[in-house]
């Protein structure tokens, strides 16, 4: 078996990929340029920072904290902000993937926010579109010192017309939890809160708490609405061939849920992930992966090999079978230490056929492309997608539906 030395390795196969991703040796990288929004952050933290931190705010993403999501929060959300589209009988499915997907980030990390208020939507989406620059600094072709001048300039206008009126509410309710005038089940249950709560055991300045939250809002509103907007591209397009299986999904969730995961295997909402070794570390395979070296994990190749996907891993089909053992969305929601805290929440559970259908949580994604179908959406004949002419990968500029 040949071994690679050189300091920059791309990783492409699922089980090298799936094993950088559990190495306890290679530490996250790719973020000291977006140090602005991302230094301290728990997707930046590593060994037993990120541990005690994960291990705090993962008692957010529990089960039975999803399962009042979904059931409670989701549906309401949902409807406010796909609604008016419904009613106009038209909409832009961009639009709607990232403004549903802007409120229920915004609800989960802890940012008061009106659903029903378009325009504050946007503005919100616009700032954190601006962190998500900031974040992925590394690869921008931009002037980075420009773009740090615009990054910090959109957090100020963040602290003061969301961050901090949210705060203070929340503070004055862990207040009256602590004097008993209200009960601590009755708290917010988001990330804000979670971190407030806990700011002096983990030794979270003020500043860390608000990087934490803009992080945790690029984090959610992007991956959600980008995965939105695939899973009904992806069905619309599947549906052409199989009209029983569109007018399947537009009444079955857990059918959406399926294609759901299908889309995701195939489109990855971030398509690498980086990491730097801290020692010489030696893959099973014999590949070696020096100390210091520059290492990405291709997502978008290891969930399309062949070995475990099969021969045609590069097709879009609902009904493919995995492994046992193997997630059908690949490793979108990463894997290991840092995996995606919000996998379940996106994604649901896995499918099972013996869990109880009282007990099946689908996931943030799936009840949006359902609700968008359900409620008829479709393709709008006289303006067809457009693609984002300046990007690798498929990304729609725009997407006209009717309903
Ligand atoms: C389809 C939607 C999503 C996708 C595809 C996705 C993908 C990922 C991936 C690949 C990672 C790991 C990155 C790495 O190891 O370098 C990750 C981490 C993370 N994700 Fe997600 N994500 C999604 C939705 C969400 C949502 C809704 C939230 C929160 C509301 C969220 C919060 C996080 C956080 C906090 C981490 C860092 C975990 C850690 O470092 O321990 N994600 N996500």
Known sequence: MEKKTSKRIRLTSWSQVREAFHSKELRQAGYSEGAVVMSDTLLDLHGKAHRERRR????????????????????????????PFVQSKQGDLSVIGYRCAMNLTATIAGIDQDPSDAKQTETLYGIVKKFSEGATLLHSTRNKDQVRQEVKEAMGQFAKDFFDPSREIRERLIEESNGGTINQEDLPKDVLTTLLRNSEQLGLTDEIIFREICFYLQAGAHSTANAFTHTVDDILNWGQHYPEDLNKARNDLSFVQRCMHESLRLNPASPVALRRPLKDVELSDGTILSEGAEVTLDLILANRDNKIFGDKSGNYNPYREVPEGIPRWGMSFGAGRHACVGAELDGGLEIDPDRPASEALFGTVAIMAHALLSAGGRRDPNNPPQQDPNSERKHFSSYPVIF
């Open 56 to 83: 705090v705010e993962n008692r957010l993403f529990r089960r039975e904290i999803f399962s009042y999501w979904e059931h409670e929060v989701l549906g309401r959300t949902i409807d406010i902000t796909l609604n």
